[in-house]
């Protein structure tokens, strides 16, 4: 079955480490998305892109960073300049960006240890 | 800063009845989506609905875009206790690279 698959499901960060959350799409979607929920929020987008090898920040890069190496995976790093990362880290894909749903993995939660 | 916001933030019913649940927006868009999340997993798309459109529907789902008010509704018909969810409308503004805007979300509770 085509879908979206985020591993790990739960990840906990040391103070002053960097973590790498995977994401890795099986339906040859181009674009391809990060989001952040924080507790009763909606989604905040943290970085996308729209082909391999090409990215944009979104509304709330700092303290991450990502690579689109491959049409099928961005793998999204929380660095130790991120200082408040508790939160649900959601991976999307879309065929394009107009017009388009996007679909959804079922998220890495993100804790501090 | 959130392009949608969502009304109510929290909707309680019974089973077989019907759930309305509001968003507006600020800007122009060139569509609405409308997205359902289960408690700790990820977004399901249910509806695109395109700015020229003024209704549309999916199953026991209707949605409905007033481009004049800037709102849009989501109506749940002869609902079921797996309704129980997260809804959220996502924004796709005039003019941008079609990034979606969430908005915080509707959480509605069907009791059986």
């Known amino acids: 079955d085509g879908g979206i698959t985020q591993s790990p499901k739960y990840l906990f960060r040391k103070e002053g480490q960097n973590v790498t959350l995977s994401c890795e799409q099986n339906?040859?979607?181009?674009?391809m998305y990060w989001y952040r929920q924080d507790p009763g929020q909606g989604l905040r987008l943290i970085y996308y892109s729209q082909i391999v090898n090409d990215f944009q920040k979104g509304d709330i890069a700092e303290g991450y960073s990502v690579s689109r190496e491959k049409k099928e995976s961005f793998p999204l790093t929380v660095t130790s300049a991120q200082k408040n990362p508790t939160a649900f880290y959601l991976c999307?894909?879309?065929?394009?960006?107009?017009?388009?749903?996007?679909?959804f993995g079922d998220g890495t939660r993100l804790s501090i240890l | 800063s959130q392009q949608g916001e969502e009304d109510p933030q929290a909707l309680s019913i019974q089973e077989g009845e019907n759930a309305t649940m509001n968003c507006s927006y600020k800007?122009?868009?060139?569509?609405l989506q409308w997205y359902r999340q289960n408690s700790g997993r990820g977004l399901v798309h249910l509806i695109l609905i395109r700015s020229n459109e003024r209704e549309k529907h999916s199953g026991r789902l209707r949605v409905t875009l007033d481009t004049s008010k800037k709102s849009s509704s989501l109506l749940i018909t002869a609902s079921r206790a797996a309704d129980t969810a997260s809804y959220f409308c996502?924004?796709?503004?005039?003019?941008?690279?079609?990034?979606?805007?969430f908005g915080q979300g509707t959480t509605l509770q069907v009791k059986p």
């Open positions: 800007t122009s868009i060139n569509n």
């Open positions: 996502a924004t796709d503004a005039s003019g941008n690279t079609g990034k979606l805007i």
């Open positions: 339906l040859n979607h181009d674009a």
């Open positions: 999307a894909s879309s065929i394009g960006t107009y017009y388009q749903p996007q679909h």
